[in-house]
């Protein structure tokens, strides 16, 4: 189950900034009236025939007080375009020297074209200037996901069905070696491990519908009831396939035996395909080895925050009333949180770096085999 529950408005972690940057912020605002510097020197003044409307296309650089405790010019132009030099070799970056113009705004126009050409797509790169302990300052980049958050959960009592069909018993083998490579490799927690925040709610839905017991309908009740009970019974059968000895890794051998005939069972041989390549290139990752760090310093942080372990895990059923109050309960929950943990790369510039790789490859192909494996299931035949 991928569903939409916030967008990017959920705030993540906000470490203290250099107090340059918080003392120019109300000029940042005036940046877009100013003119490219480059632009400047590709176009030198010339004379112009008179035009009634001139004035109201013209750019003014705008007037401003400087603050008194401003930091001192040549250190902060020092170490902001030393910082940046090095951002600029490990992103490959064609930059524009802008030192020649006045402080500060040669530093509010350098960040300026930093945040246009950090820009790519699906990644949000969040530039940063902080001081370090050595009150030199530098840039940082915290690097994630350009995408709303959702829920990853991934319903394994449709494979359950798929077992107690002797025809599709094929791709149950393939989608059980899926999500055992998930479980185990990928380390997505199960909901029936008592130590998980999904057996929890399980256990809160558990106790909920014993309390309205009485309070509604016979049916209604033993309905619940019976769905809460396969939930259970279909989650330790799969789980206790997932853990046979050697069953994950033989997905290789069950890939090359397998007879794909109908469309689904095209899609599940290339579901399983995927995650099989993925295991290969990436052997040995984890799905929450650059998970963003909590804010220690934030009051109540571990109510504050939505782990990934949290949002990211399998569940019993998605289509049924018990996965509906289920759903419900985790969106109740989930808003009275402020934020949300992430896969994160920070990168800080006080130094060369090496160039530019995606260290976020593997997260975000897991994250497509999640979607593709949860998109088959829900129109499982």
């Not at 289509?319 to 509906?324: A, P, R």
Request: aromatic share 12%; hydrophobic share 35%; net charge negative.
């Amino acid at each position: 189950m991928k569903t939409g529950t916030a967008d990017r408005s959920v705030q993540k972690r906000n470490p203290q900034q250099w107090k340059l940057h918080q003392q120019l912020a109300h000029f940042a605002k005036d940046l877009d009236r100013l003119p490219d510097a480059q632009e400047v020197r590709q176009n030198p003044p010339r004379s112009a025939p008179p035009v009634t409307d001139g004035f109201l296309r013209h750019s003014f650089t705008p007037m401003y007080a400087p603050a008194q405790d401003l930091p001192d010019r040549s250190a902060a132009e020092r170490d902001f375009f030393k910082s940046r030099s090095y951002l600029e070799k490990h992103y490959g970056l064609e930059l524009t020297d802008y030192r020649s113009l006045p402080y500060p705004y040669n530093l509010l126009m350098a960040e300026k074209e930093l945040h246009l050409k950090l820009r790519v797509k699906d990644k949000y790169r969040h530039l940063k200037i902080i001081e370090q302990e050595n009150k030199q300052v530098c840039l940082t980049i915290e690097e994630t996901f350009d995408e709303e958050f959702c829920l990853y959960y991934i319903p394994v009592m449709p494979i359950y069905q798929l077992w107690q069909n002797e025809l599709h018993i094929p791709c149950a083998e393939l989608l059980t070696a899926v999500c055992a490579y998930l479980y185990a490799e990928a380390g997505i927690s199960y909901y029936r491990d008592e130590d998980t925040y999904m057996y929890c709610n399980y256990e809160a839905l558990e106790e909920w519908i014993s309390d309205d017991w009485g309070d509604g309908e016979e049916d209604e009740y033993a309905h619940e009831k019976s769905a809460l009970e396969n939930a259970k019974i279909q989650g330790d059968f799969i789980q206790a396939k997932m853990m046979e000895t050697g069953f994950r890794q033989s997905l290789d051998s069950l890939i090359a035996n397998f007879n794909a005939v109908s469309e689904f069972e095209k899609d599940c041989l290339a579901v399983a395909q995927t995650c099989l390549k993925l295991g290969q290139e990436f052997p040995n990752a984890n799905l929450f080895r650059h998970a963003s760090l909590q804010d220690y310093e934030v009051e109540d942080y571990e109510d504050n925050y939505v782990g990934m372990h949290e949002y990211i895990s399998f569940i019993g059923s998605i289509n049924d009333n018990l996965s509906e109050r289920l759903k419900s309960m985790v969106n109740d929950d989930f808003n009275e949180r402020a934020r949300y943990q992430e896969p994160e790369i920070t990168t800080i510039f006080n130094e060369a770096q090496p160039a530019y790789t995606n260290e976020l490859a593997y997260e975000q192909r897991a994250f497509g085999l999640i979607d593709d494996l949860c998109t088959l299931l829900y129109r499982k035949p």
